[in-house]
């Protein structure tokens, strides 16, 4: 390769294309993956299946990169900031809106979005330094993103697992570009968490076993996007008014105050999705569902699981209003969707 600084070079291409971050990691089995077959085994994936990919001799492909990409020797690791409006928050009190996860507010999938300056970086890369072999991963590969990042000195983990900058916060898309050049990596950013524990003790729905660590099956952000079928019932009250994802352990993150406002368009959100209509959402149709959400993120909760979520929050609401339109959908052709409403419209009767 042709230049003097690789390291440099790729962290300038980083910014060039858009990201605020980037750094470099070494693969490695780093010690917070030894955890990952554990957490497995006691079945806090719940039914994220792709979590457990495995290679050929049976180990997780997660929890050994190193075997899983032989060819691998440096991460790079890129973040970019998503907070397009601090104006809202989850905790307004909205009886006939629900809430929809900050990063799926964009006009564009953010996958496409990070792959896209991603592939930027790539292209830098290999056009310096041909027969490189890379790649590039947004949140779909076998690899325990958040992790590379604390060793690439993006963030450090915080007690909520998401990764948090002392400048930027928490409201960050992570993008890796694996490579099979041997890179000088950064160092680890050190844990500014100290004795807060405000995001655990926020969590509506006790899904931290503990500090760092996090049972997914009672986190709203499963629940309401990769859950299939009804939600559990002892989990459905603090789900409040939540349909897609949830933002309170970032809200409440004191390193999130002074988090700066993203500019990129993508991220800028699409009409409707911020406090977005709960009777609207429960009664979306097919066509109207596909026609919304093209190309958005909230594609992958479906028709039915948002249609069920918004029926949830419709029960959570406290509004009596929605006692007829929970009736008409008590009888719908969708099971979850009914049964959900047969369980809100009990909980706004009890209402006095
Ligand atoms: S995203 Fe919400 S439900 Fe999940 S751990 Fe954080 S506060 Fe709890
Ligand atoms: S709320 Fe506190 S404990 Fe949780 S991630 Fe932020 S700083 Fe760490």
């Not at 209509?277 to 429960?282: G, Q, R, S, T, V």
């Not at 209003?321 to 409403?341: C, G, H, I, M, P």
Request: with cysteine; proline share 5%; glycine share 8%.
């Amino acid at each position: 390769m042709g230049i003097a600084n690789i390291p440099e070079f790729v962290k300038r291409s980083g910014l060039e294309a858009g990201f605020e971050l980037c750094g470099i990691a070494t693969v490695r089995d780093h010690p917070e993956l030894a955890r990952f077959p554990e957490w497995i085994d006691a079945g806090r994936a719940g039914e994220m299946k792709y979590l457990e990919s495995r290679d050929e001799s049976g180990r997780l492909k997660r929890a050994s990169p190193a075997n899983t990409f032989p060819w691998a020797r440096s991460v790079i690791v890129c973040a970019i900031n998503y907070n397009s409006s601090p104006a809202y928050s989850t905790h307004e009190h909205e009886t006939n809106a629900g809430w929809i996860s900050r990063y799926a507010w964009g006009k564009e999938d953010y996958h496409d979005a990070v792959l896209r300056r991603l592939r930027q970086v790539e292209g830098a890369l290999k056009a310096a330094s041909p027969g490189l072999i890379t790649r590039s991963y947004v949140d779909t590969g076998p690899i325990v993103e958040r992790v590379y990042a604390k060793y690439a000195g993006v963030g450090w983990i915080g007690k909520n697992t998401c990764i948090l900058n002392q400048q930027l916060g928490s409201w960050l898309f992570l993008g890796v570009i694996l490579t099979s050049l041997e890179l000088q990596p950064d160092l680890p950013a050190a844990d500014r968490c100290g004795t807060c524990t405000r995001c655990i003790d926020a969590c509506p729905t006790n899904a931290f076993i503990g500090p760092y660590e996090l049972d997914a099956t009672r986190c709203i952000s499963y629940l309401t996007i990769e859950k299939r079928g009804s939600i559990p019932e002892d989990l459905r009250e603090g789900m409040g008014r939540h349909v897609f994802g949830c933002d309170i352990c970032q809200d409440v993150c004191p390193w999130n105050r002074k988090s700066p406002i993203t500019i990129a368009p993508e991220f800028q959100p699409r009409e409707g999705l911020v406090n977005p209509a709960l009777e609207w959402l429960a009664n979306m149709s097919e066509e109207e569902f596909r026609e919304k959400f093209r190309g958005s993120a909230i594609k992958r909760a479906k028709r039915t699981g948002l249609r069920r979520n918004a029926v949830i929050a419709i029960g959570n609401s406290g509004n009596r209003e929605f006692v007829t339109a929970l009736t008409n959908l008590k009888t719908d052709e969708d099971e979850a969707v009914a049964q959900s409403a047969e369980w809100a419209l009990t909980k706004l009767q009890k209402l006095h």
